[in-house]
């Protein structure tokens, strides 16, 4: 980056910035006019066009491994002499891809339809002076857009007047990142009047997908002066997708359309995330696929061994024909071996993709559908953003989850203040004048009501908490995080907004004191103070708060002229910009309300003498102004100016626990969930809050790795954390062999962390990181602390790709989870239902296929099919895929009620439980064990093909028929025996199934088919029934290929501390 | 079999969500409480335990040892009788039939075999011909004919299938019937007599119907030009089989019987299932009650001997059979019931053991601490 700066030179500007033409105006002083070519504000979620839609879907599908296979074996047939036509693999093949791309399709033309939607979205566009109604899709960059309020920006904005006086706008982008508090905007100032004929220029980056960051310049022409500049931050960007909010109307110049915009920026390239289990199905497809070879290859040699025996090969009665004779001897073996897995192709399920994918479709519904879901304050239900993931949901090892907001309500209440060292907290009694009493020690009234006063000012003034207007028709149902406004309120009640809950909770706890904020009008702030006199300050600067920095300051100017700065934010930023002589005071009131898990803020003030001022502002404007590099030097200006304050007191606030928070972690934890909780709150607070919610318990020994632990003054900070490291883990695990029980919660803070992610010598990283792992997996709870939004994801990340790559589940709320979020497996879900079991299709196939291996033996090798083709292709499509599915959607082998009180069985399904080798094994061995059945059984009957009671014979496809009818029965019946849970729908697909199949038998024997070749299974399945033999063969072999079933049902052995409660729910193992 | 409780789940009342200001106006995204979509259908719950599953195993042992005796006991009753008239064997009767074989020769070689029975044979005898190492089911045999031909379609008659090749036309005329199976048909003739004590010999008279599959016979096979009892000119234009001594309108005499729908040719062109099989031949029809249909004594086996076996290694055999209501003699089925109605019993009392031993225990400790 940095050499292409110095290289490129004078390109640079060119390259990383672009120049608008507000309202396309030709500007006074620039070089000539040159309207650049942006592209459109047209917005293409959608994959496909009606022209590409075939090749790229067909080719996108493709790709997937079955599908591909299929494609290879349905292009043998066409080409080879098979034993089986086309129309077997090609049939079940079409039937795949048809749903698939039908499903496809379908979203794709939803997502043709929101496009439509968004792009025909009727938006007013200014032009030479008149409103003019355009299509969203026509905005050109450079237009000038009317927004109103509740409409969404159809492009990124720059915000040059806004229908409120003080120039600013409310926007909540609840669709961008899912923050749904309102966000101030500001007007680029100066702008105000005259948008018509507005002469100006702006030049801003170019886009980039960043939501929080943006750097641009405002050129203003004014006649015959110089153009007066401006800096744009995203303060002034209103981003396509978010809504104006509480606003009547705005007016902005487009800088970013269409595909530009940040929306879609961010919505491009996000992979796809695939689910573990559709990996797991590819492995196990693998092994089959290798069980397939080895049986062609078997069958192949066997053939030729076979043929070499004198009079084998061609016996008089079957003669070869003359292209046959013809044919290379290698060429010959090689078409031989095509055939042979032709005919066994089918072990690999062609339908299971299918099924897993409907499954999972149909499944999100359920998530959608379930009341328990539903919120009634927001009226929305869950909502399901990609159905790949559904089943990962009872996979989940690890839980992450943010703290405020989460686990908290980020609902925000004033509990008490510190002023000067001594504690004051709200009394429910006025006995006094302003309910705001010392609780301990003696106090000079008069010095100490001068402090006290100085405080509340700075409490109503150093934020940027707006006020919300009354009269305002919404108010009552606009339902916005941080409003106070649901409740018709009196009078003298205020309705605030604010970016978070904490100022709003301290301007509130400001105004129980006496001094009630009363809004900030063109610049200037007004407050009642506790006279009822209104006192105003014109705001000077705002220093935004930061993470990074953990504080906000603003620069303010009383009536009488003094430039006060006020700045509040988190101790540990707070205590080295203020005179250490007055930390000590305040610390122990911090330190003490943080354990008691209240959200605690310093707040400190200095006086700023004319020159500083105007240092100060100077400094700032150029900073602001900056187009490269902005944020380091803004950040470089606040550090200067936030020095050598007094620091006056701390507020603690409180943040109170979600509903049945606490019951939630145990369940967790019952559940055998790892649960961190990653905040980037104070280590005190953090912990009492993870004790508040019973992540750590009494019991719990708690293992410290913080800045604090770290101070040694022997050792370097890492070889400390080195020391620390091995003392701790052998600590753990020798204690955790030693007492069987005992839980750990680690604690771990932002510094630490990052020592451990990033040490001096990058050696030491790997090291540093197993190391940490090793500790944390040992530890039922951790708590990290004091975490900046990267660092969570990073840890997301590092326990996501450790061994066993575990699962991980993400849980958050705001902006600062969003990278966190997008980091884990699984986005948020609660509740978990695994699918499976659709997987089994795998056994069936085993023992659909065994047979026909099986009778190559007897038919000398020559790809013989023992089943009808009819029944080869409707085999996984029509007779047993639909109990599978509905098995898999309406399934629940332990009742709801059950489940949620017994968070312990998740560990039953956990870590793949029901898709691991073992079971996989087991049913690859049952499916064997019941294809050979199937087959042997059946060749012992036909050792004397006289069956019916006249004495006739039965054929060769008798004997497929007989096979097949057993197979049917016995994998449906063997689902039946599975199912735990009969619903009439269950009834309904088993059931109705093997009625299909019998129906569908008779059917298909049952006419003279004129289409077909042969009429081979002409009255076959008639005439089956008709014998009595056949009828006890089918019984028995069904029977006994249920016998190991049934009998593992009753032999299991209850296993694991919480396996005498299973067992009597889970007598199915599998 | 299974304990079973119906726990129908009931919906919970439909309480209306939190009353709006809007009242009807708003319009709730609140999911529809059905019991589908609240996944709370009433539901059958079996559940499978050693207490359910027990009886229902002394159960199917008590039902299948019975059916599998009255099985083995049936089928032992089946007389059978089996004998190989291949000649491979010098001292075989058939053994210069079977070396002096040519396709060519006009003069059919005829062979008599004696066998005696030693009980006789109560009601109808089946009479089977048996193949062995003779792969019917070989899939170049299997696919090798022409079902529309054999339906009488007069397209594919004079347009075989090329699945018939390399049997679909000889000397530029179509087969009929095409195909390896209708080249191969079984052409010996087999002729069964009674030696009386004296000496004089009996023929038996065999019966030809009803030896194939009724809707083989009426439907699946039919005579190209439908009733025209013309099979000659129906046939004109096509070659016989190449293996073939007659052509196929002349397999027989009654008309009813010939051409595509004569029994011998039907029950040939249903392919066995095993390189090793019999087919039904002919049926002795009980007289009356009174005498045995085949009574104890000498018999004498009448071969034309016209089909070779030993190009690759297969036996021919001739098998006499009653029939029971469960189809021919084969102790298989009453052998598996027995063995699974034992195993069964077996394994319910070791279950009833560990039952006993085990599960009161597991009850007793079932009650939640």
Known sequence: ????????????????????????????????????????????????????????????????????????????????????????????????ITVTAIKQGYEDWLRHKADNEVNKYPVTVLEDGRSVKKESEKIKVGDVVEVVEDETFPCDLILLQSSREDGTCFVTTA???????????????????????????????????????????????????????????????????????????????????????????????????????????????????????????????????????????????????????????????????????????FIIPVSMYVTVEMQKFLGSFFITWDKDFFDPEIQEGALVNTSDLNEELGQVEYVFTDKTGTLTQNNMEFIECCIDGFQYKHRDTRSELDGFTVTDGPVNKLQQKEKEELFLRALCLCHTVQVKEAGSEEVLTDQVDGIDGMQPQPEEERGFIASSPDEIALVRGAMEYGFTFLGLESKSMKIKNRENNIEEYKLLHVLNFDPVRRRMSVIVQTKSGETLLFCKGAD?????????????????????????????????????????????????????????????????????????????????????????????????????????????????????????????????????????????????????????????????????????????????????????????????????????????????????????????????????????SPITLSIGDGANDVSMILEAHVGIGIKGKEGRQAVRNSDYNLCFILPQFLYQFFCGYSQQPLYDAAYLTMYNICFTSMPILAYSLLEQHISMEILLDNAALYREIANNAMLRWRPFLYWTVLGIFQGLLFFFGVRFLFSNPALQDNGQVFGNWSYGTIVFTVLVFTVTLKLALDTRHWTWINHFVIWGSLAFYVFFSFFWGGIIWPFLKQQRLYFVFANMLSSVSAWLVIIILILLSLLPEILLVVLRKPRGPHSRQVYLFLPFPF | ??????????????????????????????????????????????????????????????????????????????????????????????????????????TPCKCVLFFSLDQPFESNVFMYYGLSNFYQNHRRYVKSRDDSQLNGDQRSLKEPSKECEPYRTNENKPIAPCGAIANSMFNDTLDLFYIDPNGTK??????????????????????????????????????????????????????????????????????????????????????????????????SLEVTYNYPVRSFEGRKRMILSTISWMGGKNPFLGIAYITVGSICFFLGVVLLFIHHKYGNRNNSSDVPS
Request: proline share 5%; aromatic share 10%; charged share 20%.
């Open chain 1, 1 to 96: 980056m940095i050499c292409s700066l110095t290289i490129c030179g004078g390109d640079e500007k060119r390259v990383d910035s672009r120049t608008i033409y507000v309202g396309h105006r030709p500007c006074p002083d620039t070089e000539a006019f040159i309207p650049s070519k942006f592209c459109d504000n047209r917005i293409v979620s959608s994959k496909y066009t009606v022209w590409n839609f075939l090749p790229k879907n067909l080719f996108e599908q493709f790709r997937r491994i079955a599908n591909f296979y299929f494609l290879i074996i349905f292009l043998v047939q066409v080409i080879v002499d098979t034993p089986t036509s086309p129309v077997t693999s090609g049939l079940p093949l079409f039937f795949v």
């Open chain 1, 175 to 345: 669709s961008l990142d899912g923050e749904s508090n309102h966000k101030t905007h500001y007007t680029v100032p100066d702008t105000e009047k005259d948008l018509q004929a507005l002469p100006a220029t702006i030049e801003c980056e170019q886009p980039q997908p960043d939501l929080y960051k943006f750097v641009g310049r405002m050129h203003i022409y004014k006649p015959e002066q110089e153009p007066a500049v401006r800096s744009l931050g995203p303060e002034n960007l209103l981003l396509k997708g978010a809504t104006l909010k509480n606003t009547k109307k705005i007016s902005g110049v487009t800088v970013y359309t269409g595909m530009e915009t940040k929306m879609a920026l961010n919505y491009q390239g996000k992979s796809q995330k695939r689910s573990a289990v559709e990996k797991s199905i590819n492995a196990f497809l693998l092994v089959y696929l290798c069980i397939l070879i080895s049986k062609a290859v078997v069958c192949t040699t066997l053939k030729y061994v076979w043929q070499s025996k004198e009079g084998q090969d061609e016996p008089w009665y079957n003669q070869k024909n003359q292209k046959e004779k013809d044919t290379n001897m290698y060429l010959k073996m090689f078409t031989d071996f095509l055939s042979f897995m032709v005919l066994f192709n």
């Open chain 1, 572 to 804: 540990s930023s707070i205590f080295p910009r203020v005179k250490p002589e007055e930390v000590d005071r305040i610390r122990m009131h911090v330190e003490r309300n943080a354990t008691e898990g209240y959200r605690t803020l310093c707040v400190a003030y200095k006086q700023l003498s004319a020159e500083e001022y105007a240092v100060a502002d100077t400094g700032l404007r150029e900073a602001r102004l900056a187009l490269q590099d902005r944020e380091q030097k803004l950040m470089a200006m606040y550090n200067q100016v936030e020095t050598g304050m007094s620091l006056i007191g701390a507020t603690a606030v409180e943040d109170r626990l979600q509903e049945e928070a606490a019951e939630t972690m145990e369940a967790l934890q019952g559940a055998g969930m790892k649960v961190w909780v990653l905040t980037g709150d104070k280590m005190e607070t953090a912990k009492s809050t993870c004790y508040a919610c019973r992540l750590f318990q009494r019991g719990t020994e708690l293992l410290e790795l913080t800045v604090r632990t770290l101070e040694d003054g022997r050792l370097k900070r890492e070889e400390k954390l080195l020391e620390l490291f091995c003392v701790t883990l052998f600590n753990v695990n020798l204690k955790s062999w030693s007492t069987a029980n005992q839980d750990y919660g680690f604690i771990i803070d932002g510094a630490t962390l990052s020592l451990v992610m990033n040490p001096s010598r990058e050696a030491d990283a790997s090291q540093y990181r197993s190391l940490f792992l090793q500790i944390c997996q040992n530890c039922t709870a951790v708590l990290c602390c004091r975490m900046a939004p990267l660092q969570k994801a990073q840890i997301v990340k590092m326990v996501k790709n450790s061994k066993g």
């Open chain 2, 1 to 106: 079999m299974m304990a079973s409780s119906y726990s129908a789940k009931e919906e919970d009342g439909h309480h209306s969500g939190p009353a709006g200001l809007g009242g009807a106006a708003i319009r709730t995204r609140k999911p529809d409480n059905t019991a589908f979509k609240q996944q709370r259908l009433p539901a059958w719950q079996p559940i499978l335990t050693a207490g359910t599953v027990l009886p229902a195993f002394f159960i199917i042992g008590l039902i299948f040892i019975p059916i599998g005796i009255g099985l083995y006991v049936t089928s032992n009753n089946i007389k059978e009788f089996e004998i190989d008239y291949t000649g491979t064997d010098m001292s075989s009767p058939c053994f210069n039939c079977s070396q002096s074989f040519s396709w060519n020769s006009t």
């Open chain 2, 202 to 299: 009996t023929q038996i008279l065999l019966i030809k119907k009803g030896i194939a599959w009724w809707t083989d016979k009426h439907v699946k096979f039919r005579n190209p030009g439908g009733s025209n009892p013309n099979l000659t000119a129906a046939f004109i234009e096509t070659a016989k089989p190449v293996n073939w001594h007659k052509p196929v309108y002349e397999l027989d005499i009654d008309s009813e019987n010939n051409g595509f729908i004569n029994e011998d040719f039907i029950v040939w062109m249903r392919t066995a299932a095993l390189p090793t099989f019999r087919k039904l031949y002919r049926i002795i029809q009980k007289k009356n009650n009174m005498t045995p249909t085949l009574p104890r004594g000498s018999y």
